[in-house]
């Protein structure tokens, strides 16, 4: 449903008023003295909040940069510093597993087919709130600003639906390969959708028909499907 308030998707609104609509306890969407300032901190708070107990999970984050001028990807983790360009990393166990996997694979898948030269702005860390244990001490945590949403040139990937594509599927292929690494498997990545799907009427019925996704040789995309 829409906010009465703002009249747009919950959805749109400040994390702090959505946790709340969802029926968060005031502990957890309102932990400072600003909703400025809930609004940071309640997304770790809310994703711990919904953890059972026993789950494995991980807390990621999808960011865009600023300001004007700035081109590329960064990663980061919890850390004591401001963003300073250090790495002095603090926070919940595995998280510098997770960022890494995370950071190497947007760059490789990026890099693969988009833009060769895609900026890599680095593995960093620094005291945001987001990632601060002491908001969700349960899960590793990463954040990545994908790119600056302040420079044109990299807004136009940001508007590519494929681009983004690229990259969301980047995110799922890194934390299966961080559990992987974490539990000492071999990573086995899903395969992408299959292409040209059809359906066709036949007598007494209909036949539906498709062709496995394209293999890769660059490793962007999943595993090739072994059956249908």
């Known amino acids: ?15 702090r008023y959505y946790s709340q609509f969802c029926g968060a306890p005031a502990s957890v969407y309102d932990g400072s003295t600003s909703d400025p300032s809930d609004d940071v ?6 994703a711990a909040w919904q953890n059972e107990p026993g789950e494995d999970a991980v807390y990621v984050a999808w960011h ?9 990807t960064s990663t980061w983790v919890y850390g004591p510093n401001s963003p300073d360009g250090q790495y002095l990393f603090s926070g919940v166990e595995g998280s510098d597993l997770l960022a890494q996997k995370i950071h190497e694979e947007i760059l490789s898948d990026v ?3 988009w833009l060769p030269d895609w900026k890599d702005r680095g593995l960093l860390s620094a005291w945001f709130g987001e990632l601060n244990p002491a908001h969700n001490p349960e899960m590793p945590a990463a954040l990545v600003e994908v790119a600056f949403h302040a ?6 990937y940001l508007a590519e639906p494929k681009f983004r594509q690229t990259v969301a599927r980047a995110y799922m292929q890194a934390i299966i390969r961080y559990f992987a ?23 007494g019925g209909v036949r539906v028909s498709w062709q496995p996704p394209p293999s890769d040789t660059e490793d962007v995309g999943g595993h090739a499907p072994d059956t249908y």
């Not at 009465?4 to 749109?12: G, I, K, M, N, Q």
């Not at 901190?41 to 809310?46: A, K, L, T």
């Not at 865009?64 to 590329?72: E, H, K, Y």
């Open 1 to 15: 449903a829409d906010s009465p308030t703002s009249l747009r998707p919950r959805w749109e609104e400040s994390s």
């Open 41 to 46: 901190g309640n997304r770790s708070r809310y």
């Open 64 to 72: 865009t940069n600023a300001p004007d001028g700035g081109r590329g």
């Open 111 to 113: 890099r693969a087919t």
């Open 151 to 156: 420079t044109a040139a990299d807004v136009d």
């Open 181 to 203: 690494a974490r539990d000492g498997y071999e990573a086995i990545l899903p395969p992408d959708a299959p292409t040209r799907v059809a359906v066709r009427a036949e007598a």
